[in-house]
T-cell receptor, first 114, second 116 residues
Framework: KNQVEQSPQSLIILEGKNCTLQ??????????LRWYKQDTGRGPVSLTI?????NTKSNGRYTATLDADTKQSSLHITASQLSDSASYIC?????????????FGRGTSLIVHP | EAGVTQFPSHSVIEKGQTVTLRCDPI?????LYWYRRVMGKEIKFLLH????????ESGMPNNRFLAERTGGTYSTLKVQPAELEDSGVYFC??????????????FGNGTRLTVT
């Protein structure tokens, strides 16, 4: 069964600190992995994308890593800001029946305190 | 560019009633997707349109759900009759690239459906 597991479920950090979110998946075959940020009441917004051959991708203060052998990914946030408070969702896509099906994790809820 | 818009933002209906959700994708995006998030669970895929054709509807839970995209522009998702377990947030997303690589999914803000 294709699954995406994220940890921790929730995280509270102080402004300016770094944090790392984890994503483990069993999705196969693998097409790509994206990290999305979802603010409360809004739809998810893409942060990074990686394919099988990529192991690091950065987008400003966000750095995603991928180990396709162990099927693990992480999202590292550097020098956190209050606006980073959101849910971070790991999404792994696989090809199926002429389409690409994304499998979503439940997300990690991040709260950044001043 | 205008983003993906969904209407209504909230809907509260009684069990057995009908509700129609609407999604306007980003102009020029042939790919349109519907997703659903039931409380406490992960977002789940419902179906994928390429223009007006259903590319994949394997995620549709049952025949009470009907999605259409006449003319390949906006899409509607009708739930008839609604059941309590249909409550959740329904997201629509669109993209230029159907593989999901060259362009990400652009999500709308969702429609929160509550069935009482």
């Amino acid at each position: 069964k294709n699954q995406v597991e994220q940890s921790p479920q929730s995280l509270i950090i102080l402004e300016g600190k770094n944090c790392t979110l984890q994503c483990n998946y069993t999705v196969s075959p693998f097409s790509n992995l994206r990290w999305y940020k979802q603010d409360t009441g809004r739809g998810p917004v893409s942060l990074t994308i990686m394919t099988f051959s990529e192991n690091t991708k950065s987008n400003g203060r966000y750095t995603a890593t991928l180990d396709a052998d162990t099927k693990q990914s992480s999202l590292h946030i550097t020098a956190s800001q209050l606006s980073d408070s959101a849910s971070y969702i790991c999404v792994v896509s696989y090809p199926s029946g002429g389409s690409y099906i994304p499998t979503f994790g439940r997300g990690t809820s991040l709260i950044v305190h001043p | 560019e205008a983003g993906v818009t969904q209407f209504p933002s909230h809907s509260v209906i009684e069990k057995g009633q009908t509700v129609t959700l609407r999604c306007d994708p980003i102009s020029g995006h042939d790919n349109l997707y519907w997703y659903r998030r039931v409380m406490g669970k992960e977002i789940k895929f419902l179906l994928h349109f390429v223009k007006e054709s259903k590319q994949d509807e394997s995620g549709m839970p049952n025949n009470r759900f009907l999605a259409e995209r006449t003319g390949g522009t906006y899409s509607t998702l009708k739930v008839q009759p609604a059941e309590l377990e249909d409550s959740g947030v329904y997201f629509c997303a669109s993209s230029q690239d159907w593989t999901g690589y060259n362009s990400p999914l652009h999500f709308g803000n969702g429609t929160r459906l509550t069935v009482t």
